[in-house]
């Protein structure tokens, strides 16, 4: 067979298959339209009333449905409500998202690993500066908390037993920092003795290539107790010890670490009771003014350091309870209630209402220790390591169990309220009820007694 042949036939063959696949699409759509004709006389025939039943077509099958109780009774009722109250299933919905939302972040941030940095060779680079009673279970819980985390911890003492008492915990990255503010001249050598430490070389251990420290914070913690009473029977020795140790203290320990401050760019923190400061309730005068000072301080040295790029946080702490340090504590007043010692006049004017007030603070956790547990101290060491390390801090941080609660309805509520709820109420005072007020007092004495 030539080339020629062999040529004709392959041009014959592709024109065989073009005719079989024109032929068999061809059958096909005239298949198809045969099956709808068809579909369409059976369905007409089945709807013609002259037919006979025998002769009419078998109606379709139904098609398939859900069960009803499902679609009919719970799925087309819900869509319904939604499509009549459209308002509240968005506020519905923007709740439930919210709170899914706000927990989520909270179980995130509580589960997130907090440790400090390290240096290259593994070594401890971050110091944190304490400044509060080296007794106090604040400064105790916190001091430990961060030098858990991979800190130096020095914590700023006052006196020789405070220092041979942090000397006492046996840790060797808590370490104290004698800071005598009332000399001159000695606070300025401890202040260079720091700095040098902060600017040399530093070797951890034998063998350790030198890293350079880093001064990462300086948390300030006033003494958290005020006594309580009022007005005129707190001496104005009680004032300017209270003063004193509370306010002049805190800034001029805030003023001796404002240059190494700038030059590491260090946070400021500064914790400080919520919960009376907020109700501002009677007979604490004295740490309502001392939290207020305080809190002006605070956003004034804010506003300074804010302009050199430097962050100053406020905690404002609720209630704690401490009692994995040194018992339970809570971050108010504890002192005794007595009123013995008040003159006749001033037991007669204030006796019944300081001691209504006491009792009802300490039924609600707010005045007194024996009230009911505060919030773990888990929270307030996330809060502090926080404050120190996220690249934008908030500048206010409420802390602690009723520190948020209270700060509201201090703010909102109108300060009568508070005072009634707080078992506060109107004395009148005359010369005729004068003999029964002093029975009176004498009954609430009997009452401090049995207490």
Same mark, same amino acid.
């Given at each position: ?48 009333? %002259? ?10 099958? @139904? @098609? ?22 459209? #308002?509240?299933?968005? #506020? ?12 989520? *972040? ?5 589960? *997130? ?17 304490? #400044? ?57 050598? #401890? ?9 040399? @070389? ?32 707190? !001496? ?44 501002? @309730? ?54 005794? %209630?007595?009123?013995?010692? %008040?003159?006749?006049? !001033?037991?007669?004017?204030?006796? *019944? ?58 703010? &909102? ?6 005072? &009634? ?22 009954? %609430? ?7």
């Amino acid at each position: 067979m030539t080339s020629d042949d062999q040529h004709f036939l392959d041009v014959l063959s592709g024109y065989t298959q073009d005719i079989k696949k024109f032929t068999g699409d061809v059958f096909d759509a005239s298949d198809r339209h045969f099956e709808s004709v068809g579909s369409y006389i059976k369905e007409k025939l089945a709807r013609a009333e %002259w037919l006979p039943g025998v002769a009419r077509p078998a109606p379709p099958p @139904p @098609p398939h449905r859900l069960p009803s109780t499902l679609s009919a009774t719970y799925i087309e009722r819900l869509q319904s409500w939604v499509l009549r109250n459209r #308002a509240l299933t968005a #506020a519905i919905v923007a709740f439930f998202g919210t709170s899914t939302y706000l927990i989520y *972040r909270e179980n995130k941030g509580t589960r *997130r690993k907090r440790r400090a940095r390290r240096a290259s060779n593994g070594a401890r680079k971050e110091v944190i500066a304490i #400044a509060g009673p080296a007794s106090s279970p604040i400064t105790k819980s916190l001091s430990l908390d961060l030098e858990r985390r991979g800190h130096i911890v020095y914590i700023i003492v006052n006196s020789a037993e405070e220092e041979q008492q942090v000397l006492s915990e046996s840790r060797v990255d808590i370490r104290p920092l004698l800071l005598d503010i009332g000399d001159t001249y000695s606070t300025q050598e #401890a202040i260079g003795r720091f700095n040098n430490l902060l600017l040399r @070389p530093h070797i951890a251990f034998t063998g350790a290539s030198p890293h350079n420290l880093h001064f990462g914070g300086l948390i300030l913690v006033p003494d958290l107790i005020y006594p309580s009473g009022p007005i005129e029977t707190i !001496t104005p020795e009680l004032w300017s010890d209270a003063l004193n140790a509370k306010v002049l203290n805190t800034i001029a320990t805030a003023q001796v670490f404002l240059p190494t401050v700038c030059d590491f760019k260090a946070r400021v923190l500064v914790l400080t009771p919520n919960i009376v400061s907020s109700l501002r @309730p009677a007979f604490h005068g004295v740490e309502s003014t001392v939290v207020a000072a305080l809190d002006g301080f605070t956003a004034t040295l804010r506003a300074e350091l804010g302009t050199l790029g430097i962050k100053v946080c406020q905690l404002k702490l609720g209630t704690f309870d401490c009692s994995g340090v040194e018992g339970k504590h809570h971050l108010q007043p504890t002192q005794s %209630w007595s009123t013995v010692t %008040w003159g006749a006049s !001033t037991r007669a004017a204030y006796s *019944r209402n300081f001691l209504n007030q006491n009792r009802v603070g300490r039924n609600r956790g707010i005045l007194d220790q024996n009230g009911s547990a505060g919030s773990s101290l888990r929270e307030l060491h996330n809060a502090v390591f926080d404050a120190l390390t996220q690249r934008s801090p908030r500048a206010v941080w409420r802390v602690g169990r009723g520190s948020f609660t209270y700060d509201v309805v201090g703010n &909102w509520m109108p300060a009568g309220l508070v005072g &009634w709820m707080l078992g506060v109420r109107r004395v009148s005072l005359n010369e005729g009820g004068e003999p029964q007020l002093e029975d009176s007092v004498q009954s %609430w004495e009997k009452v401090e007694t049995a207490v």
